[in-house]
């Protein structure tokens, strides 16, 4: 379970096929190495990871081909800057929200423009996943808690403040981007409660 707060913006080092899967290594600048170990989870771009190995600089991770297919983690190069957040532990404050780290489909970047100090970005959503976005909800994209503005359709609106820009990789958004996009757990169960 993860909260969307990002805590670094890493790098990937290596991508190295496996027999059909992927290990990446992911460098890191700031997050806390040393409280981690092998099996530990990491969301990286929101994508729940296992981490496999754990060095000085950073950490590798295994990605499943399955994984590979419903995420933009198979888009990565050697270089991509991407936003890690480490599982969330009893006791840790909870800032954003509640975040699986299982990406429910990838969203694409249609607009970004300025609104005041902030920059207003419009996503498009699949349409299968339209129904769980909701006004004033919460959504995570790349992995960073967001609320949602407006919706219509299958487009909806989210503000990026200066701080979101600035630690994570958000701020370097252009149209057209594919994102992760995992929608709020309480409209998947509410679904599922009432049979719709």
């Not at 700031?30 to 929101?46: H, N, T, Y």
């Not at 496999?52 to 081909?65: C, E, L, P, Q």
């Not at 006791?91 to 929200?97: K, N, P, R």
């Amino acid at each position: 379970m993860f909260t969307g707060i990002i805590q670094d913006v890493g790098a990937v080092r290596a991508v190295t096929p496996r027999s059909g899967d992927v290990e990446y290594v992911v460098a890191v600048d700031r997050l806390a190495l040393a409280a981690l170990k092998p099996g530990d989870s990491i969301a990286v771009d929101g994508v729940c990871l296992t981490a496999t190995r754990i060095d000085a600089g950073g950490f590798a991770a295994d990605v499943s081909r399955e994984t590979l297919a419903v995420t933009t983690l198979a888009e990565l190069a050697v270089g991509a800057r991407v936003n890690l957040e480490p599982a969330l532990r009893a006791g840790d404050a909870l800032g954003g929200h509640l975040v699986s780290g299982h990406v429910d489909g990838v969203a694409e970047v249609l607009t970004i423009a300025p609104d005041a100090r902030s920059v207003r970005v419009s996503i498009r959503v699949p349409a299968p996943l339209a129904r769980y976005i909701a006004r004033k909800g919460s959504v995570a994209l790349d992995g960073v808690s967001l609320t949602v503005n407006s919706v219509e359709g299958e487009v909806f609106d989210v503000n990026l403040v200066p701080h979101t820009q600035a630690v994570t990789t958000l701020g370097a958004w252009a149209p057209g981007r594919r994102v992760n996009l995992e929608v709020d757990q309480v409209a998947r169960y509410v679904e599922r409660l009432t049979g719709r």
